[in-house]
């Protein structure tokens, strides 16, 4: 069975860090792109980074580049997000996706309708 689970969330002040965590089972991540997105209360699901196949294209939506890392651990089966320099504008809750259709994808494609299966998400809260 196909599985994404995402883990890391929580609590945090403005200014720190979290690192997210994707995990698949029934399938191995480092043959597909995988993406992140975001949907905060109230507000549509966004784009926040996404990374091919290789591992050598990434993308970040602009608001979180310089902040941001992907990253890829292909021995564990996992997909990261690292999240630095936290504002109450990221408080969302964080997905992790990918599709069939991006089998050995070197280029990772923003949209969101590119991408089909979904994890359940985790919640990120920044606060004071």
């Known amino acids: 069975q196909v599985r994404l689970v995402e883990s890391g969330g929580g609590l945090m002040q403005p200014g720190g860090s979290l690192r997210l965590s994707c995990a698949a089972s029934?399938?191995?991540?480092?043959?597909?792109?995988i993406g992140w997105f975001r949907q905060a209360p109230g507000k549509e699901r966004e784009g926040v980074s996404c990374?091919?196949?290789?591992?050598?294209?990434?993308y970040y939506a602009d608001s979180m580049k310089g902040r941001f890392t992907i990253s890829r651990d292909n021995a564990e089966n996992k997909v990261y997000l690292q999240m630095n320099s936290l504002t109450p504008e990221d408080t969302a809750v964080y997905y992790c996706?990918?599709?069939?259709?991006?089998?050995?994808?070197?280029?990772?494609?923003?949209?969101?309708?590119?991408?089909?299966?979904w994890g359940q998400g985790t919640e990120v809260t920044v606060s004071s």
């Open positions: 990374i091919g196949s290789s591992a050598d294209n990434t």
């Open positions: 996706t990918f599709d069939p259709s991006l089998y050995r994808a070197y280029v990772c494609p923003p949209d969101i309708y590119k991408y089909g299966s």
């Open positions: 029934g399938f191995a991540l480092a043959d597909y792109a």
